[in-house]
């Protein structure tokens, strides 16, 4: 590390300077004082791996966490390290023309694999300097963003698409008997709905997501919400021929938003009514168990198979069952019911039995619970 030390390291602080300096600022202040410069203890606590190659690409230097994230060590060939074509040509490439270079790189690993944004430097007598920034988190919310985009654009163009055949068709028909105008009509309200339902959902989701920091500071009834809950969807359960029950339980408060929790209740329970066997009961409880406040619905269906049960609170999905697959739906209810969750530091659980039905269980962590039962 003698070799043009202080040019390397005022060469890495420019790029890592703002990381470096919020995570070492007591040890760059307390150097300061003792005006001793102590570059490799400082470049060893920068969490940016990044090593300097000699000319024959052997690890010249490693500083702690390349060490640590690679495994390298002082005198291994960099390319037995990262050993997928593209490193060694980025490398060659521009070292041949004496430029610096930046590229991406997916470094494969037991756990998984890691996306790491690659920068050289041309030193002096060809050494070359490598750091390595991880960008794993920011290359998975890409891959999620997109898959999200894909996701919604599928979603509507669905019911747009047959609204649009619908318009072709009655484009093309002449004289339009009644009963053709009421069944396209009822299938335009249906598929708008759908689309309706969609974007709502998507905008509630984004404002929940949006309020995940804001603070909760409300004392909330949570048998007032049940109730609340069940009575937007009475209607619906009569006509599904369900049977809602709430247990008999004493009053439990929580902190919480009113809002939101009832628009969790109203999402499972209307899952519920809507996947249940007719002429069947939704159960409701409401506890405490080991101190804290546990809310159950419990309903008799097609349940949900146990290795998708993972699945059901992501964006968009529904499971690929025959015999709810008629059943209307966006696939987003129970992704917001998962942010709700998040947001009032509580945990879901789901557990269910093909052929038997499903019980959800929200539970409410003891200092947002029975801290403030009356
Ligand atoms: P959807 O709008 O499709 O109901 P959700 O996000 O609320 O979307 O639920 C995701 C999927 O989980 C549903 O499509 C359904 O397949 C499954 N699911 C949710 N609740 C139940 C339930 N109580 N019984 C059976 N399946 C359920």
């Given at each position: 590390m003698k070799l043009n030390s202080l040019n390397i390291?005022?060469?890495?602080?420019?790029?890592?300077?703002?990381?470096?300096?919020?995570?070492?600022?007591?040890?760059?202040?307390?150097?300061?004082?003792?005006?001793?410069?102590?570059?490799?203890?400082?470049?060893?606590?920068?969490?940016?791996?990044?090593?300097?190659?000699?000319?024959?690409?052997?690890?010249?230097?490693?500083?702690y966490a390349a060490k640590k994230q690679f495994s390298v060590d002082k005198d291994i060939n960099i390319f037995s390290i990262f050993r997928r074509p593209e490193f060694k040509e980025n490398i060659m490439k521009k070292k041949s023309k004496r430029k610096s270079n930046e590229f991406i790189y997916e470094f494969f690993e037991s756990q998984g694999s890691k996306f790491f944004n690659i920068k050289t430097y041309i030193l002096r007598n060809n050494f070359l300097l490598l750091s390595f920034m991880d960008i794993s988190r920011l290359k998975?919310?890409?891959?999620?963003?997109?898959?999200?985009?894909?996701?919604?654009?599928?979603?509507?163009?669905?019911?747009?698409?047959?609204?649009?055949?619908?318009?072709?068709l009655i484009k093309n028909q002449k004289n339009l008997s009644l009963k053709e105008?009421?069944?396209?009509?009822?299938?335009?309200?249906?598929?708008?709905?759908k689309m309706k339902s969609i974007i709502e959902d998507l905008l509630d989701l984004t404002k929940i997501e949006t309020d995940l920091e804001k603070k909760i500071s409300n004392i909330i009834n949570l048998n007032k919400i049940i109730l609340s809950s069940v009575d937007i969807l009475k209607k619906k359960a009569n006509k599904n021929n369900i049977k809602i029950k709430i247990q008999k339980t004493k009053?439990?408060?929580?902190l919480g938003d009113a809002n939101q929790l009832q628009q969790m209740f109203v999402n499972i329970l209307d899952n519920s009514i809507k996947y249940a066997d007719?002429?069947?009961?939704?159960?409701i409880y409401l506890k405490n168990v080991n101190n804290k406040t546990v809310l159950i619905f419990k309903d008799k269906g097609p349940g949900i198979p146990n290795s998708l049960i993972p699945r059901i609170?992501?964006?968009?999905?529904?499971?690929?069952?025959?015999?709810?697959?008629?059943?209307e739906g966006t696939g987003l209810g129970l992704a917001i019911v998962k942010h709700i969750v998040i947001r009032h530091k509580a945990k879901i659980n789901i557990t269910s039995k093909v052929g038997e039905g499903s019980l959800i269980e929200i539970i409410f962590n003891k200092s947002h619970a029975t801290r403030l039962n009356l």
């Open positions: 390291f005022k060469k890495i602080l420019d790029d890592e300077k703002s990381n470096f300096v919020k995570n070492n600022k007591k040890k760059i202040v307390k150097s300061s004082k003792n005006t001793i410069f102590p570059v490799n203890d400082l470049v060893n606590t920068i969490d940016t791996p990044f090593v300097i190659l000699d000319k024959n690409y052997k690890v010249n230097f490693a500083n998975k919310l890409e891959n999620l963003r997109s898959d999200f985009v894909g996701n919604v654009s599928h979603e509507l163009k669905t019911p747009l698409n047959t609204i649009i055949n619908i318009i072709e105008r009421k069944k396209f009509m009822s299938i335009f309200e249906k598929e708008t709905y009053k439990f408060n929580i007719k002429n069947s009961t939704v159960n609170t992501e964006r968009f999905y529904r499971v690929p069952q025959k015999k709810i697959q008629n059943i």
